[in-house]
C-alpha cells in the first residue's frame, strides 16, 4: 500500500509504503522502470533485490538505486514493514555528499 505525501506534479514524488504481514514467504518478481529511489525503513526488516544484490534492511536503514535494475521490496521475516519511499525521475539523486571542508550548496 502507497500512502503519498507530496501532492505536486513532477519532480521528486514521496510516499509511506506499508508492506503487510505475510504467513508465507512472497515470490520475488523484480522489475524495472525509469527513475531512482531512495528509501528509509521506519519499522520491520525489508528485504531489497537490486540487480544481483540481494539485502536486509532494518529499522534506520536506508538505501538508494536507480530503478533501471530489476528491483523488488518484501518482508524479511513475514513481518510487516514500513518505509518512506522517494521517487525521482532518471538522474535524480535524493542524497548527495559533500567533501571534506565544503559546505552544502544552496539553490
Do not use: C
Amino acid at each position: 500500500m502507497f500512502v503519498p505525501l507530496s501532492r505536486r506534479p513532477g519532480g521528486t514524488q514521496a510516499f509511506k509504503m506499508i508492506i503487510p504481514a505475510s504467513p508465507e514467504p512472497l515470490v520475488p518478481m523484480p522489475q524495472t522502470h525509469e527513475g531512482s529511489e531512495w528509501l528509509y525503513v521506519l519499522n520491520g526488516r525489508l528485504r531489497l533485490l537490486v540487480g544481483e544484490r540481494d539485502l536486509v534492511l532494518s529499522s534506520g536503514e536506508a538505501a538508494e538505486f536507480d530503478t533501471a535494475l530489476p528491483h523488488w521490496l518484501g518482508s524479511a521475516d513475514g513481518g510487516a514493514v514500513e518505509l518512506l519511499v522517494l521517487f525521482g525521475p532518471q538522474g535524480t539523486r535524493a542524497h548527495l555528499r559533500a567533501g571534506p571542508g565544503r559546505a552544502p550548496q544552496r539553490d
